[in-house]
């Protein structure tokens, strides 16, 4: 029902939404649970497990039960696809009505109830419920043993659940982002206001976050004054000089979570209260506050009391009642009764009345406190229980005078406030039990840097609220060195806190603790008569407070249950642990960015267009994109691309990008010396011009990569690293010079980018080389040489990967799109041409060379025969602990190579290797396949592979199985060099 | 013998300018890395470019350029053709980045989309060495407000459309 003269929505612009496919209307600034109510809905869906109807119960974000199904604006595809109930086919579930905006075209869903909330089918489950109560499953279902996972557990995941997911992929625009700050403030409540304005007024760089669209908090929701202003009004005034004085206020931006070093989740709200949302502009933003400082003012929820029939749609915070009256101009109901154990209550009995609202009665649970108002007042009372199907019609209110039932539509309970402690408690703070205010508050040293203030802290009066928001921002900003002027805190309301604790009724029936998952004050007994008497155990067994409201309004209460039925006190019992994120946070908001190319950075090679001019499909190389074989034309498989582009390195002339492997430049006098240190190999008395293999181990005696080294002059080295390792070998040799020998004069950078680097490898390769530079290469195996072909400096190396005669020639990276064309082209005109990591892989396998198939981590030296690279002569990383006993066992499994006996046999990368005859299981298992390949030049399947004592075994057969792909092939084991074994073809 | 054309890195994409927010793909004479290992080599760094060795997070500036802080005891010259000091290590990084120069009103909430760093750090003077999404990143402080950046050069496409999504967004926000 809409209230004349009251609320803060703009009643000249009137929103058009619907709620289950019916037409409702609204206005600017109401939420989905506020318009609904002052349509007269109730009902907004069905609970979890009972099916039970399910109203509003609070006017925030703590609000467990008003969950709704908002559909996302989306291709009609999409609809399509999901079949969804909501407009649009993507859509976001378990949406709380309280803190969705309405706006133009919005479609809202009911959930949890088919076909319609009004009837549900799956409401049977509330008659079942005394065979359905807290830990039923753990002693039910029990048998036959077969059927948990056949029939019961697919039943119970069909039937539990909050609202559904949609099946079509989220293509939601969201994002994340980054704030900093000097002072954050969270909730811009009083408190939160005024220790901005503090703040601000210091010269302090402050963010104000706030949930709600209006800062003001409780402010906009009652009749109270401030500095002489109506609340509303001050915080309106305070919240424009805040602007003026730079403040950043984030609003509808939830703080979800504190993390270490002063960073704070923040979930912003951007665009989903929109009806016209501009392209690319996010529905929502995960934000990393970075704060030096932060002060708490997130409030307090208003709890419950647990009395029988306490979760009808027309039960509600006595609180919430206040702010939709005031802050909506909507009275829930026609005719309400309060139930409080507080003085808070009368606030809502009082504006209500004065709004001209039937107030049917007042049910003080206290004696001798005095009421006025123009509405019965029961004294010492207890709401024993409700009535209404859907939603409430009446109340029993049980009193010293008798039990009599009020015809009600809406019941405002007051329990007491809880302080919004949870921010404090996610790095492992525990809430303090204050008796005074009979409420858990903040543990004043549980976050570095962030103080509670206001209701939060347990300051629950309007200037007590006020005071504690300026002091605590003081003391944050004068342990940041700022002046902090002295203000005056405006006069406000300064009543002190008068609650007699009450947290259920003893009363025949269910009464309801956590709303959201089901759970009454009798399965909280259930649990302790069960000897689940920790707090932690009594959740887990219940699922109290595990639903996605995290229990925010009944754990206090569910704990108060807990205590009272183990006989201790409250702060005995203690709280369970809140975690992040303080609400719910949409995974997609997390992952933002990450769809599609943001996963991560493509790097691009300068042959890249080139390549995929020539239709070469792209494969990922660490972060680079590299071509996998150039199809020609009638090629109709990879392999008839690969077998020639072999052959064109085995028989001609083979051009290869090999840009992407890591340059790192080594320079300094001491450069040989460090070099020395992280090789097996002696590096330092490398010559000039010359260029040799070596093995780098990590401090554990494993091999960690491979690499070339050619020294480029006397006190400088270029290195080369794997593709997929550089950025490993770089963090090493970092390592390396910071800590293990800091006081060499050794410096290095990664070249890698400044350098397009290209392998020429065949027979024809120097005719290439010589072609391209204007002269022969005149280059010795393992030497490089200065070049400048078409007057650019390059580096000419000649080093092999394919076995063949090989070099690498190097321009500036500016160069090489231009360098890579004219090599292609020239290698086509010598019969050869390019070729791709298909054929990389095949002629190094057939030369024995290893890659990260083989430097896997767990291999050394000694495994892949090169133990006669650790030199004897000095100390290196890693040398000790390959010397260790189990790693130069001549048992372990060692580098073979692998051919089949029968040459039409299958060698597959990932087989297993077992003794001929020997069945194919584990305890048979000898080693393992680790590249395969087919090999044109031999024609057939060759491998590479790890094998018990393999060199030992060259001539024997053992059996390779690949359980996967169904291989099952007699092999030899052999050297694993398979081609030009002394390698005279490599050395010319 | 071959004739080489030079290419910029990313084939010269066009400049980016969306809402209050510009990339312009710039372009510099010359990168110079220069790192020393002792005082007699910050000494010749200063005789050689005009300024010393700059502090973590400083700019230096010279008359042919600046000279920038990149990580522990390392520079980057950038600027007019220089000659490398001797006795320390030089590395001609001319091919090595992708520089964008990002002016605008909007560029602190556009960097703040990128980078963990506070973009009110990013003033002439400073520098900083962050990720810039996923990736390793320079961000150098410029007057008025412009900040220029650098990625690996095979990275460009991958930066030119990190900062066309988070400069969209940012506009997008502008618009409500």
């Known amino acids: 029902m809409r209230i004349d003269g009251l609320g803060l929505v703009d009643r000249n612009r009137p929103v058009a939404f619907s709620f289950d496919g019916k037409p409702r209307r609204g206005y600017a600034g109401d939420t989905v649970a506020s318009a609904l109510l002052a349509e007269g809905v109730r009902l907004f869906g069905r609970s979890f497990k009972y099916h039970r109807p399910r109203g509003v119960l609070t006017a925030g974000s703590e609000e467990p039960s008003a969950l709704v199904t908002v559909s996302r604006p989306g291709p009609a595809e999409n609809t399509k696809r999901a079949g969804a109930k909501a407009a649009g086919g993507a859509w976001t579930a378990n949406t709380r009505a309280t803190v969705q905006e309405i706006h133009d075209g919005l479609a809202v869903s009911s959930q949890n109830c088919w076909p319609s909330p009004s009837f549900d089918l799956l409401a049977v489950n509330d008659f079942l419920h005394p065979f359905l109560g807290a830990g039923f499953y753990y002693k039910t279902f029990m048998w036959p043993g077969s059927f948990w996972e056949k029939v019961y557990e697919p039943a119970i995941r069909r039937a539990a659940g909050l609202g559904r997911l949609p099946k079509v992929d989220d293509d939601t625009p969201r994002e994340k982002a980054w704030a900093h700050c000097d002072l954050l403030v969270i909730g811009a409540g009083p408190a939160g206001l005024m220790a901005a304005l503090t703040g601000a007024r210091a010269g302090a760089r402050v963010i104000l976050a706030d949930e709600t669209p209006l800062p003001g908090g409780r402010l906009l929701s009652e009749s109270l004054e401030v500095g002489g202003l109506p609340g509303a009004d001050w915080a309106a005034r305070t919240s424009s000089e805040l602007r003026n004085l730079g403040v950043r206020i984030m609003t509808r931006t939830t703080v979800t979570g504190v993390y270490d070093g002063g960073v704070f989740g923040a979930h912003e709200r951007v665009g989903e209260h929109l009806s016209d949302r501009p392209a690319h502009l996010p529905d929502d933003c995960f ?342 074989y150039f199809p020609a034309e009638g090629e109709s498989h990879w392999r008839e691309s690969c077998d020639r582009e072999v052959g064109y390195v ?266 001929e005859g020997e069945r194919a299981a584990r305890e048979n298992d000898q080693g393992h396949v680790t590249s395969a390949c087919h090999s044109p030049t031999l024609g057939c399947d060759i491998g590479l592979g790890f094998l018990e004592r393999g060199p030992e075994r060259r001539g024997e057969r053992v059996r390779l199985v690949d359980h996967l792909r169904g291989v099952d092939t007699v092999c030899e084991v052999t050297s694993p060099v398979f081609f030009d074994a002394d390698g005279g073809r490599m050395r010319g | 013998m071959v004739e080489l054309v030079a290419e910029s890195p990313g084939g010269n994409p066009p400049p980016i300018e969306i809402g209050g927010a510009r990339a312009d793909w710039i372009t510099a004479e010359t990168l110079l890395w220069l790192s020393n290992w002792d005082d007699a080599g910050a000494s010749a760094v200063a005789e050689a470019m005009g300024v010393g060795m700059p502090g973590p997070g400083e700019v230096a500036e010279a008359p042919g350029g600046r000279l920038a802080w990149v990580g522990l005891d390392q520079a980057l010259w950038i600027g007019a053709a220089a000659a490398a000091p001797v006795g320390v290590a030089a590395m001609d990084q001319g091919d090595a980045w992708s520089l964008v120069r990002l002016s605008g009103p909007d560029v602190p909430d556009v960097l703040a989309r990128l980078i963990p760093v506070d973009p009110a750090e990013i003033v002439p003077g400073r520098v900083v060495r962050t990720e810039l999404k996923h990736m390793q990143s320079i961000l150098i402080g410029c007057p008025d407000g412009a900040v220029d950046v650098a990625v690996f050069r095979s990275m460009a496409g991958t930066l030119a459309r990190d900062l066309e999504e988070a400069m969209s967004s940012v506009a997008a926000r502008r618009m409500i």
Request: with cysteine.
């Open chain 1, 650 to 915: 085995r028989n001609t002339v083979g051009v290869a990008d090999v840009s992407t492997l890591g340059k790192i430049d080594v320079q300094g006098p001491d450069a040989g010396a460090f070099l020395d240190f992280v090789y097996t190999g002696m590096f330092s008395t490398l010559r000039e011009g010359r260029v040799k293999y070596g093995l780098m181990l990590r401090e554990d005696g494993h091999v960690m990569d491979d690499g070339t080294a050619a020294r480029l002059g006397a006190a400088r080295y270029l290195i080369t690293t794997t593709t997929a390792a550089a950025g490993q070998v770089m963090t090493h040799l970092d390592f390396v010079a910071q800590c293990l020998k800091p006081g060499m004069r050794v410096r290095f950078a990664s070249a890698t980018e400044q350098w397009a680097q290209f392998a020429v490898a065949g027979p024809k390769a120097g005719d290439l080389i010589g072609d391209l530079i204007g002269e022969p290469p005149a280059l010795d195996f393992m030497g490089w040489r200065p070049v400048s072909p078409g007057g650019v400096e390059g580096r000419l190396f000649r080093i092999s990967f394919s076995g063949e005669e090989g070099y690498e020639i190097a321009v500036p990276a500016r160069f090489g799109a231009s360098l890579w064309a004219a090599l292609a082209e020239r290698a086509e005109s010598l019969g050869g041409g390019p070729y791709g990591m298909e054929a990389l892989n095949v002629l190094r396998i057939e030369k024995g060379f290893p890659t990260h198939a083989e430097l896997h981590g767990r291999a050394t030296a000694f495994d892949l025969g090169f133990g006669g690279m650790m030199s004897g002569g000095k100390d290196f990383v890693g040398r000790t602990m390959a010397a260790r006993e189990g790693l130069v066992d001549p048992d372990r499994e060692r580098l073979v190579g692998l051919k089949p006996v029968d040459d039409s046999g299958r060698i597959t990368a990932g087989a297993h290797l077992f003794g």
């Open chain 1, 287 to 628: 934000w990393r506050i970075v704060a030096r400082r932060a002060v708490l003012c997130a409030g307090a929820h208003e709890r419950l009391v647990a009395f029988p029939g306490n979760d009808r749609p027309g039960v509600m915070q006595a609180s919430a009642v206040r702010t939709y009256l005031r802050r909506y101009g909507v009275s829930p109901g026609r005719r309400v009764v309060v139930f409080g154990n507080n003085d808070d209550a009368h606030r809502t009995a009082r504006d209500l009345a004065a709004a001209g609202v039937e107030v049917a009665g007042f049910a003080e649970s206290r004696e001798g406190v005095d009421i006025p108002g123009d509405f019965p007042v029961w004294k010492g009372a207890r709401v024993v229980a409700t009535r209404g199907r859907l939603g409430l019609r009446s109340v029993t209110v049980r009193h010293a005078s008798g039990t009599e039932e009020v015809p009600c539509d809406c019941l405002a309970v007051s329990g007491g406030w809880n302080p919004a402690v949870h921010l404090t408690c996610h790095m492992n703070g525990k809430p303090v039990w204050n008796e005074s205010v009979h409420a858990f508050v903040p543990d004043p040293d549980a976050v570095p840097g962030m103080e509670a203030a206001g209701a939060a802290l347990g300051q629950f009066s309007t200037r007590g609220a006020l005071k504690s928001g300026a002091f605590r921002a003081r003391r944050a900003l004068e342990a940041m060195d700022f002046k902090v002027p002295s203000e005056a805190v405006p006069e406000a309301e300064d009543d002190g806190t008068r609650i007699a604790p009450l947290w259920f009724v003893q009363a025949g029936g269910r009464a309801w603790l956590d709303l959201q998952n089901d759970v009454t004050v009798k399965d909280v007994r259930q649990a302790a008569a069960e000897n689940l008497q920790s707090v932690e155990h009594m959740k887990r067994w219940t699922t109290q407070g595990m639903a996605t409201d995290q229990g925010k309004v009944s754990n206090v209460a569910a704990l108060a249950v807990l205590a009272d039925a183990t006989g201790r006190p409250i702060p005995e019992t203690g709280t369970t642990t809140f975690r992040p994120p303080y609400t719910p946070v949409p995974i997609g908001t997390l992952g933002a960015g990450g769809r599609g190319e943001g996963f991560a950075p493509l790097r691009l090679t300068t042959s890249h267009a080139w390549s995929l001019s020539r239709g070469a499909p792209m494969i990922e190389a660490g972060l680079w994109l590299r071509p996998s």
